[in-house]
């Protein structure tokens, strides 16, 4: 049984910065890409980053393209995305997922899910 723990959310002033993280356990970590989605209160889940099985592909939403990096470390079974220049909208429940295919930008493409980690930005 595959588990991710998320951590590392909590509240910051806008323009700040968080590190969330994601453990894995349950099966070869390293063979699989991973995501990290978010959802707000009264809206969808949606696609924030990717990242390849290697860590050698990265993928963003225009929305935090060039404030969020992800990235791996296969030897931890861990899953990163450093946040910086917080937004007041980025204020969202984080989740991490394992994806199905190489790599995945869509919520069907996953089949595995944290719990989430909650992400407040305050103006």
């Known amino acids: 049984q595959v588990q991710l723990v998320e951590s590392g959310g909590g509240l910051v002033q806008a323009g700040g910065s968080l590190r969330l993280s994601c453990a894995a356990s349950g099966r070869t970590f390293s063979s699989y890409a991973m995501g990290w989605f978010r959802q707000a209160p009264g809206k969808e889940r949606e696609f924030v980053a990717a990242?390849?099985?290697?860590?050698?592909?990265?993928y963003y939403a225009d929305s935090v393209k060039g404030r969020f990096t992800i990235s791996r470390d296969n030897a931890k079974n861990t899953v990163y995305l450093q946040m910086n220049s917080l937004k007041p909208e980025d204020t969202a429940v984080y989740y991490c997922?394992?994806?199905?295919?190489?790599?995945?930008?869509?919520?069907?493409?996953?089949?595995?899910w944290g719990q989430g980690t909650q992400v407040t930005v305050s103006s």
């Open positions: 997922a394992e994806a199905i295919r190489p790599i995945a930008t869509m919520v069907y493409e996953y089949d595995y």
């Open positions: 990242i390849s099985w290697s860590g050698g592909s990265t």
